[in-house]
């Protein structure tokens, strides 16, 4: 399978499904359109990661037909968000983090992960969204976090797989869905595309 990500945590999901991975990131405006319903917005992304992926491997096999690629393509793209669809997504600095997990604390939020797979040449999506809430935090607490290398590749601030884990009081839905890869769903969808899951 290509995965166009480099988010370890999707590749260790799909690797200990037991899928071969070739790692191919696709590089894309993530900005969101005005107005743009969080769920749409990851399922356009994660679409537009699968496609970009497509046309590279396109251009190196100019001659091939556009569904030759042998190997199904597999993208995802994660956001979270609160109540009032206000989108949280990686902080690009230590004040923004913070900012995010104070508007985090003591409340309920969403997070949405997107799926596209192109395989043989045809493009599937699903989406899964889940509530999750938080503690409150203290400023002692988010300042240790946001000293820590752990806020600043993740949407909203937060791994649910790391000490963020601490921070959650419950989940509605799917952990990986808050991990960034609805693993089980995938599976089930790859299992009807002809490509099982080796358990």
Known sequence: MILASQ????QQLLEEAGFTLTIMPANI???AKPHEDPRALVVRLATQKARHCEESLHDTAADAPAHACPEPILAADTV???QDAHILGKPHSKAEAAAMLRELSDTK???????AIIADGVL???CETCAVYFYPLTESQIAQYVASTEPYDKAGAYGIQGHA???IEKIDGDFYTVMGLPIARCVQLL???GYPAIL
């Open 191 to 193: 299992s009807k595309l």
């Open 7 to 10: 988010s370890p945590r999707r």
């Open 165 to 167: 884990r601490l921070f």
């Open 109 to 115: 939020h969403y997070v949405s992960s997107g799926v």
């Open 124 to 126: 599937h999506t699903l």
């Open 29 to 31: 405006d993530e900005t």
């Open 80 to 82: 979270v968000w609160t």
